[in-house]
């Protein structure tokens, strides 16, 4: 799961663009244990740290944008928990797929890639007007 930066996804707000850019690094090292045959626990516990951060950069923007007294705060805040859900979600898949390299694989691809749409779609559709506009 090649991945290239593009710097339209900036918002402006150097911490949050730092750390949008290390969630697709994460979102790659997750692709590549499940390609790679690395087994289930140790895949889950990738995604354990791809929640983790997750939340660490969700709360911190979520602290940003109230204090920018943004208006559709609830929204987002929303919008965010609901990745969190279904990373969490994603997670105990992985076990199922455990004595299975093909379907490792083809669960990494597909949730690797959804990982990373979503992420672009959030940037360009909330973050970027939240922060820019």
Excluded at 24 to 38: K, N, P, Q, R
Excluded at 77 to 82: M, N
Excluded at 103 to 121: K, N, P, R, T, Y
Aim: hydrophobic share 40%; aromatic share 12%; proline share 1%.
């Amino acid at each position: 799961m090649a991945f290239k930066w593009n710097s339209d996804w900036n918002t402006g707000v150097e911490n949050i663009d730092a750390e949008h850019n290390k969630l697709f690094s994460m979102f790659e090292i997750f692709g590549d244990a499940c390609s790679e045959g690395l087994g289930a626990s140790v895949v889950a516990s990738i995604l354990d740290d791809v929640l983790e951060y997750t939340i660490f950069h969700f709360d911190g923007e979520e602290k940003q944008l109230a204090q920018r007294n943004y208006a559709f705060l609830v929204q987002h805040q929303e919008i965010h928990q609901d990745l969190k859900d279904r990373v969490a979600a994603y997670r105990k898949s992985v076990f199922e797929c455990d004595h299975d390299r093909d379907a490792l694989e083809s669960l990494g691809m597909s949730v690797g890639g959804f990982l990373q749409d979503w992420l672009i779609q959030h940037i360009m559709e909330k973050d970027i007007p939240a922060f820019k506009g």
